[in-house]
């Protein structure tokens, strides 16, 4: 063969080549890589369950009337025997907050200029009630003592058993991590070095009683007493612990 011919068959193989790699079928193949000095990620999760000690309630006094001046004065004086009550329970004055103070002209909007009719006024406190068992207890006075709006209950955790709590939870988690890591590297036939690095992740999920807010009717004498309970709080701890490989 002469090399004219030679260099023509290199250079069809070539183009031939060239072709192929841009237009003809994908060869499948995997390439698995780890980098000398990459650590082992492994991830743990724990869970802690804890009963709810302290309740916030929201609840208030609504009345509406032709004189603002009696509206407001009725709901003045009703307001302060529910906070009075309150107190009388124990409940500490710090842990009853005004959280809204509304006001609103009422019209007759069946003629065709609007008729001012008279005012509605509401105020609302949230009340932090720190001993559990007073819970039904301050539902069922606050209702007698003229309250007319309830809202929800929820529930929460003092700080001492929660941080307590999720310590527990946490420590779960990391043996959960290292019991995979160990896992894996026996598996793979490596060994496992210290731990270089270690992130967390929290996440509370109670379980609140939901109450539609609502206005009572004042016209009932016996207020039905409620039967509150709070549940369980779940307290997990997500980890994630990066381990040398030696």
Request: no cysteine; proline share 5%; hydrophobic share 40%.
């Amino acid at each position: 063969m002469s090399k004219v011919n030679k260099f023509g068959t290199v250079i069809a193989f070539f183009i031939l080549l060239f072709v192929f790699a841009k237009w003809g079928p994908s060869i499948p193949f995997s390439v698995l890589s780890q980098q000398k000095g990459e650590p082992m990620i492994v991830e743990g999760t724990g869970k802690s369950f804890v009963t709810p000690d302290i309740a916030k309630v929201s609840v208030g006094i609504e009345e509406s009337g032709t004189s603002l001046k009696t509206v407001q004065d009725s709901v003045n004086r009703k307001s302060k025997d529910l906070t009075d009550t309150l107190k009388d329970l124990g409940i500490d004055e710090k842990d009853i907050k005004t959280t809204s103070y509304n006001l609103y002209p009422q019209f007759d909007y069946s003629t065709p200029a609007p008729r001012l009719t008279g005012y509605r006024v509401s105020t609302t406190y949230e009340v932090t009630i720190r001993d559990f068992d007073k819970v039904n207890d301050a539902l069922t006075a606050v209702t007698s003592a003229g309250a007319n709006i309830i809202g929800g209950v929820a529930f929460e955790v003092n700080d001492k058993t929660k941080k307590e709590k999720l310590q527990e939870a946490r420590e779960m988690a990391v043996a959960e991590a290292k019991d995979k890591a160990e896992g894996l590297a026996k598996a793979a036939g490596v060994t496992l070095g210290k731990i270089i690095n270690i992130s967390e992740a929290q996440g509370i999920e109670p379980r609140p009683i939901a109450l539609m807010e609502k206005t009572i009717d004042s016209s009932v004498t016996e207020p039905i007493a409620p039967d509150i309970q709070p549940g369980e709080t779940e307290l997990s701890v997500n980890v994630i612990l990066s381990f040398e490989i030696r």
